[in-house]
T-cell receptor, first 111, second 118 residues
Framework: DVKVTQSSRYLVKRTGEKVFLECVQDMDHENMFWYRQDPGLGLRLIYFSYDVKMKEKGDIPEGYSVSREKKERFSLILESASTNQTSMYLC??????????FGPGTRLTVL | AQTVTQSQPEMSVQEAETVTLSCTYDTSESDYYLFWYKQPPSRQMILVIRQEAYKQQNATENRFSVNFQKAAKSFSLKISDSQLGDAAMYFCAYRSQASGGGADGLTFGKGTHLIIQP
């Protein structure tokens, strides 16, 4: 089975802090994705990557950046966290254009 | 841009009964993929079923089946013999056949909360 893991289930940070969310997949998938999930809004794509060092903006990239130095790892970076970035963050990966597999999510609270 | 609409914020069904969750989408593309994902209270998103737009046959996975109406842009999920473990948020999702510019990402509906009554 595909396994997608995220570094933290819960995270509490202060406004202005730099925040790193890490995601690792163990199935050699080319594509990796970051979404945020908010009640009543569903999931929205922040960034995705289709290869090492490659990235593409999704629907809501403002305030975020990403890093993919190794194929199995995809990091989401909040350069200066703000309260409106309090959310559930979900990482996913896929092989070519097949279905995406999701990690357990990180619940981030920015105070 | 594509949009996905789930018009039922919440549905309730008796255990062992059948329930249908609705999903409509808007797109100008002819080739695309549709998915239903399940998110139980533990929060791990799980793929339930997938449909390729070029396939006329409706996808089926055990107790889960879809009714894909391409002309109507409708993609409903039917759950037969509902079980307590089916209780979850269900999300309908769309993915373009095109590539680049975020097209590889999924466009999600806002979800339907399914309650199973024992």
């Amino acid at each position: 089975d595909v396994k997608v893991t995220q570094s933290s289930r819960y995270l509490v940070k202060r406004t202005g802090e730099k925040v790193f969310l890490e995601c690792v997949q163990d199935m050699d998938h080319e594509n990796m994705f970051w979404y945020r999930q908010d009640p009543g809004l569903g999931l929205r794509l922040i960034y995705f990557s289709y290869d090492v060092k490659m990235k593409e903006k999704g629907d809501i990239p403002e305030g975020y950046s990403v890093s993919r130095e190794k194929k199995e790892r995809f990091s989401l970076i909040l350069e200066s966290a703000s309260t409106n970035q309090t959310s559930m963050y979900l990482c996913a990966s896929s092989l070519r254009r097949l279905a995406q597999f999701f990690g357990p999510g990180t619940r981030l609270t920015v105070l | 841009a594509q949009t996905v609409t789930q018009s039922q914020p919440e549905m309730s069904v008796q255990e062992a009964e059948t329930v249908t969750l609705s999903c409509t989408y808007d797109t100008s593309e002819s080739d695309y993929y549709l998915f239903w994902y399940k998110q139980p209270p533990s929060r791990q998103m799980i793929l339930v079923i997938r449909q390729e737009a070029y396939k006329q046959q409706n996808a089926t996975e055990n107790r889960f089946s879809v009714n894909f109406q391409k002309a109507a842009k409708s993609f409903s999920l039917k759950i037969s013999d509902s079980q307590l473990g089916d209780a979850a948020m269900y999300f309908c999702a769309y993915r373009s056949q095109a590539s680049g510019g975020g097209a590889d990402g999924l466009t999600f509906g806002k979800g339907t909360h399914l309650i199973i009554q024992p």
